[in-house]
T-cell receptor
Framework: KAGVTQTPRYLIKTRGQQVTLSCSPI?????VSWYQQTPGQGLQFLFE???????NKGNFPGRFSGRQFSNSRSEMNVSTLELGDSALYLC????????????FGDGTRLSIL | AQKVTQAQTEISVVEKEDVTLDCVYE???????LFWYKQPPSGELVFLIR??????QNEISGRYSWNFQKSTSSFNFTITASQVVDSAVYFC??????????????FGKGTKLSVIP
């Protein structure tokens, strides 16, 4: 069974640009969540999608957005990038939600210059 | 608001020693789930255990055991006879169970465990 796949693995952007990250969940998993991991703030919940609907959102500015497609694949977009957005972005999937064991991808390492 | 505190930032032990990782949480919800995840140097978080707030039974899985005490809002994790492969960052996490299908997972800052051969 294939795991959670995140692409790309690494990204380098400059301030003001925008970026789109992709996540393919485990087959059959309908819940996809996104997390930001930084040395200072640790792991922070960004949002969760279930059946193409954003079900919950963490405390992040509106520059962070996402969507989920009918095949449960999800994308996360960050607009007007800031230096502080440099982080490891992790995607996780589960059958129905974050209250279940989640399977995480390897993450996308985003660096802002 | 909910909060998870892992006071131990880094722990080093010699192989075969026992080690306990502490987790203290705060929540106003009466029903919630607690988790432990492991993040090895490779980076991918791995689920270890889930416990709901109604179940205070301790759990043992091989060399791993978990002690959940609602009275002290703690969910501690013990590794017995540690091995080098246990070296990782361990995260404790909490989510309320609202029943409405809407949840948010809050992680602690993590404890980095180094097992020295």
């Amino acid at each position: 069974k294939a795991g959670v796949t995140q692409t790309p693995r690494y990204l380098i952007k400059t301030r003001g640009q925008q970026v789109t990250l992709s996540c393919s969940p485990i087959s059959g998993h309908r819940s996809v969540s996104w997390y930001q991991q930084t040395p200072g703030q640790g792991l922070q919940f960004l949002f969760e999608y279930f059946s193409e609907t954003q079900r919950n959102k963490g405390n992040f500015p509106g520059r962070f957005s996402g969507r989920q497609f009918s095949n449960s694949r999800s994308e996360m977009n960050v607009s007007t990038l800031e230096l502080g957005d440099s982080a490891l972005y992790l995607c996780a999937s589960s059958l129905t939600g974050v209250n279940q064991p989640q399977h995480f991808g390897d993450g996308t390492r985003l660096s802002i210059l | 608001a909910q909060k998870v505190t892992q006071a131990q930032t880094e722990i080093s032990v010699v192989e075969k020693e026992d080690v306990t990782l502490d987790c203290v949480y705060e929540t106003r919800d009466t029903t919630y789930y607690l988790f432990w995840y492991k993040q090895p140097p490779s980076g991918e978080l791995v689920f270890l255990i889930r416990r709901n707030s109604f179940d205070e039974q301790n759990e043992i899985s091989g060399r791993y055991s978990w002690n959940f005490q609602k009275s002290t809002s703690s969910f501690n994790f013990t590794i017995t006879a540690s091995q080098v492969v246990d070296s990782a960052v361990y995260f404790c996490a909490l989510t309320p169970y609202s029943g409405a299908g809407s949840y948010q997972l809050t992680f602690g800052k993590g404890t980095k465990l180094s097992v020295i051969p």
